[in-house]
């Protein structure tokens, strides 16, 4: 069987497609022009398309992603709607329709982005209004809409308010909203895929022990999840894969388990599915999920990818480090467990092999009791951090009895800022302890100047972290006093 997708409703035959078009080029191809590139890097959301995947919450969710960053044939097999298959002039989508009554679009390139990230929002299962006389949260509307679902969507003309408001405007979806109605089946499984072009093959593997297979056979083959660093690289370097293996829909690769000592977390599992099958377990990671780029993102990127990258200012890392994370790896042989802190060896280097995949990530427990995430970066939301930490601290009695810090843009790989945690350990928790400590933080690894910051800004900000975290957290004592 060849490759295929159901757009729309409709099955379309993929025909002769090379391994890096991605899912963007292709649906225009189609004539699906609703859909735009605007940055080629997942940046401003004018290519959302919507996905039907395996829900959390229900059999099937309709999930948001960037086509531009996604190859075509990641979606063999799979169900994707674009702005069109919403609806029409003839009769508007829900979405759609507050859009434009709303005045939410103006020169409308960004528009069909918007209706499919909002669409997603509107989908989502537990979406709903809240009590009667409830006011409107921060960034939730009065019927539960969450304008987080929106964070990866840029509107270069019209400004905000008014899609805001078409957000805010939305009510439940009618009995009948096929969409709706077709959360209650299984999503179809991503099928097995096996293109051979001129320009490269295409393979996604059943399963683990095939993949592994295929690693050792083609060592210098491309491993690619989300697609969200990947796809970058394609679009705006003109980087090209003689052999893709795709592991994102792996079984093995997306389990999440809770034992008496530690959460594993699959390495093919999303960010937005980790947050949401956490739902707040380990609160560290609660608070960076907000801040880790867009919603659009999150949706395709994963724990295993994120780590596979080895950038030194991602985001992950430092969280991880913070909290003690083990990563398992796996090769045809078997498997073995390496501490994070251990596992970089340099400037996107590590120790895993060519053969080898990240099957899991595991955490230790019990959580350590006082966590933080303080992420410095020119924009709150959807930007690259100049300087990231993970705080994880445990205090008895008012003494910090075991201290664990990651840093995360200080070095040429995420590290632990081992001198500052002996500072902290065996001391007592108060400001004075915390500013002693932050002076040798400041002194913590060996930042560059470079177009984000300066070295003397970046060593700046790691010297306020710990009398932040300790404002925001301070000892009972002082408190009471």
């Known amino acids: 069987m060849g490759a295929a997708i159901k757009v729309n409703g409709r099955d379309i035959a993929m025909g002769d497609v090379a391994p890096h078009t991605s899912a963007l080029e292709w649906l225009r191809e189609q004539g699906l022009t609703g859909c735009k590139e605007g940055c080629g890097e997942g940046e401003c959301g004018a290519c959302s398309v919507l996905v039907a995947r395996p829900g959390v919450d229900s059999p099937t969710e309709w999930v948001a992603v960037n086509a531009c960053l996604l190859p075509a ?3 063999d097999g799979q169900e994707v709607v674009t702005a069109e298959g919403l609806g029409g002039p003839e009769r508007l989508h829900p979405v759609q329709h507050e859009m434009a009554v709303r005045g939410g679009s103006q020169c409308g390139y ?45 509107c270069r003309c019209t400004g905000y ?11 439940p979806p009618a ?20 293109v051979r072009r001129d320009e490269g093959e295409f393979i996604r593997p059943a399963a683990l022990s095939e993949a592994l297979r295929l690693l050792r056979e083609q060592p210098g083959a491309t491993v690619v999840a989300g697609s969200t660093d ?16 795709a592991i994102d829909r792996i079984p093995e690769l997306r389990e999440l388990t809770t034992g008496a000592e530690h959460i594993e977390i699959g390495a093919a599992l999303t960010l937005s599915e980790i947050e949401r099958r956490l739902d707040g377990r380990v609160p560290l990671l609660g608070q960076l999920f907000p801040q880790f780029a867009s919603r659009l993102i999150r949706n395709s990127a994963t724990v295993g990818g994120n780590l596979g990258t080895g950038s030194p200012i991602g985001d992950l890392p430092p969280v991880l480090l913070a909290l003690g994370a083990d990563v398992v790896l796996a090769d045809a042989d078997g498997e073995r467990s390496v501490p994070l802190a251990d596992y970089y060896t340099g400037y996107r280097r590590s120790v895993r092999r060519a053969d080898e995949l990240i099957r899991a990530v595991r955490i230790p427990l019990p959580l350590a009791g006082l966590t933080a995430f303080h992420k410095i970066a020119k924009r709150r939301f959807d930007d690259i951090s100049s300087v990231a930490l993970g705080f994880a601290l445990d205090v008895a009695d008012g003494t910090v009895v075991r201290a664990r810090i990651g840093l995360g843009g200080v070095a040429a790989t995420p590290i632990r800022a081992r001198a500052t945690e002996a500072a902290l350990e065996g001391q007592p928790w108060t400001a004075e302890t915390a500013e002693a400590a932050a002076r040798v933080l400041r002194g913590e690894g060996t930042p560059l100047d470079d177009h984000r910051a300066s070295a003397g800004y970046r060593a700046a900000m790691l010297g306020q972290a710990l009398p932040k975290l300790y404002a925001e957290n301070p000892s009972p004592q002082e408190v009471a006093g």
Do not use: K
């Open 110 to 154: 960004c528009t069909p982005g918007f209706v499919c990230s909002m669409a997603a929002e509107f989908y989502r299962p537990g979406r709903a209004a809240a009590p009667e006389g409830t006011a409107a949260g921060q960034d939730h509307g009065p019927n539960g809409f969450d304008l987080h679902a929106l964070s990866g969507n840029l």
């Open 73 to 75: 044939l990641g979606l």
């Open 175 to 194: 009995p009948d909203d096929p969409l709706a109605g077709r959360r209650r089946e299984p999503a179809a499984p991503a099928r097995p895929t096996c």
């Open 161 to 171: 308010r008014p899609i805001r408001d078409a957000a805010y405007a939305l009510g």
């Open 230 to 245: 990947w796809g970058v690289e394609v679009n705006l370097r003109g980087t090209r894969a003689r052999c893709v293996v």
